[in-house]
């Protein structure tokens, strides 16, 4: 079973903190995505990677950056925190033509 | 551009009726649909995609490339059916997946 694992599921974090969100996955997949989730707004995708080291922007890059370094690990980087940045956020895999998988989400407070 | 709507935020139904959760799309190539389900306190899950054409837990969805729309639907509902619902579109070049804003069914008993 495909196991994709956030480093935490709850963060408090103060405004202009640079903050990391840990994403790992066991299972080799090629692609892999960072989404926040609100309500009303849906899922709405941050960058995503289809390979080590290349990166895409998706539709609210903006305020984030990311690093694949290596296949299984993919970062998401809040560079100086605001309070827009409030969020559940979601981390997902998938093998290159196949479905997600998500992990739980971390719930990230910024104060 | 690629564009998920789901038109409805909420849909209560009762216990033993039918359910049909909207979704359209906007893509200029072939697309691939998916349905993704989110029950309370569990990670987003894949619940099916328009490519393998199964029924999985008694939902069904047909892609109707005319109406350009993934309907989700389920003759009758069952309380444990109450989740959030997000559908969502891959183009036919990219790995990168778009969802809607989601829909949240509360199955009443």
């Known amino acids: 079973d495909v196991k994709v694992t956030q480093s935490s599921r709850y963060l408090v974090k103060r405004t202009g903190e640079k903050v990391f969100l840990e994403c790992v996955q066991d299972?080799?997949?090629?692609?892999m995505f960072w989404y926040r989730q609100d309500p009303g707004l849906g899922l709405r995708l941050i960058y995503f990677?289809?390979?080590?080291?290349?990166?895409e922007k998706g539709d609210i890059p903006e305020g984030y950056s990311v690093s694949r370094e290596k296949k299984e690990r993919f970062s998401l980087i809040l560079e100086s925190a605001s309070t827009n940045q409030t969020s559940m956020y979601l981390c997902a895999s998938s093998l290159w033509d196949q479905p997600q998988h998500f992990g739980d989400g971390t719930r990230l407070s910024i104060l | 551009a690629q564009r998920v709507t789901q038109p409805e935020k909420l849909l209560s139904v009762f216990k033993g009726a039918p359910v049909e959760l909207k979704c359209n799309y906007s893509y200029s190539g072939s697309p691939e649909l998916f349905w993704y389900v989110q029950y309370s306190r569990q990670r987003l899950q894949l619940l099916l995609r328009?490519?393998s054409r199964e029924s999985i837990k008694g939902f069904t969805a047909d892609l109707n490339k005319g109406e350009t729309s993934f309907h989700l639907k389920k003759p009758f509902a069952q309380e444990e059916d109450s989740a959030m619902y997000y559908c969502a579109l891959r183009g036919s070049s990219a790995s990168k997946i778009i969802f809607g804003s989601g829909t949240r069914l509360s199955i009443r008993p």
């Open positions: 299972m080799d997949h090629e692609n």
């Open positions: 328009h490519i």
């Open positions: 990677s289809y390979d080590v080291k290349m990166k």
